[in-house]
T-cell receptor, first 112, second 115 residues
Framework: GDSVTQMEGPVTLSEEAFLTINCTYTATGYPSLFWYVQYPGEGLQLLLKATKADDKGSNKGFEATYRKETTSFHLEKGSVQVSDSAVYFCALSDLGGNQFYFGTGTSLTVIP | GAVVSQHPSRVICKSGTSVKIECRSLDFQATTMFWYRQFPKQSLMLMATSNEGSKATYEQGVEKDKFLINHASLTLSTLTVTSAHPEDSSFYIC???????????FGSGTQLSVL
């Protein structure tokens, strides 16, 4: 069945460092891919999404490109800030939009 | 890792009936649980946040009387869709966290179809 695998973490970076959080997926067809963020003490927020191959989702300096050939949707940011400290979840929604699959989440801590 | 069990995974009901969805944390105590809804081909929408022993906090636009949330114990939260109608058909998913600020763990979701 469909699934999402993302790097476990935790990840600790210094401010202004480059961030990559890996996410790969297994799916039949062409799912939609998402990155969600959970800030401390809060619920999920949609960070960005991509609905078809080669699409690039971007928001708040974060980017992820839907790579069909490598079945990946890695999250990147060129220069992280302390305020980016959160847990990041990669997710997949199946072709029919009837099911969501989440990765296990990657905790990011950015230190000044 | 921590396990969250959500039941049922799929339910079909007649219009006007009520449906209860359960979300259980199997190996940890969940002080906070979240309920989300997904419309086809869209991202998740947070419906409400429930803390054990207190009333749920609903997001704007979510009808409290329509979507009853009960978090009576540290391992169980329920979402009851009352007097369901076809427009309530959706995918509902819960998540739980041990303590505020900790990582979320997700249930497997419930596909509700109202005829």
């Amino acid at each position: 069945g469909d699934s999402v695998t993302q790097m476990e973490g935790p990840v600790t970076l210094s401010e202004e460092a480059f961030l990559t959080i890996n996410c790969t997926y297994t799916a039949t067809g062409y799912p939609s891919l998402f990155w969600y963020v959970q800030y401390p003490g809060e619920g999920l927020q949609l960070l960005l999404k991509a609905t078809k191959a080669d699409d690039k989702g971007s928001n708040k300096g974060f980017e992820a490109t839907y790579r069909k050939e490598t079945t990946s949707f890695h999250l990147e940011k060129g220069s992280v800030q302390v305020s980016d400290s959160a847990v990041y979840f990669c997710a997949l929604s199946d072709l029919g939009g009837n099911q969501f699959y989440f990765g296990t989440g990657t905790s990011l801590t950015v230190i000044p | 890792g921590a396990v969250v069990s959500q039941h049922p995974s799929r339910v079909i009901c007649k219009s006007g009936t009520s449906v209860k969805i359960e979300c259980r944390s199997l190996d940890f105590q969940a002080t906070t649980m979240f309920w989300y809804r997904q419309f086809p081909k869209q991202s998740l929408m947070l419906m409400a946040t429930s803390n054990e022993g207190s009333k749920a906090t609903y997001e704007q636009g979510v009808e409290k009387d329509k979507f009853l949330i009960n978090h009576a114990s540290l391992t169980l939260s329920t979402l009851t869709v009352t007097s369901a109608h076809p427009e309530d058909s959706s995918f509902y998913i819960c998540s739980a966290t041990r303590t505020k600020g900790e990582k979320l763990f997700f249930g497997s979701g419930t596909q509700l179809s109202v005829l």
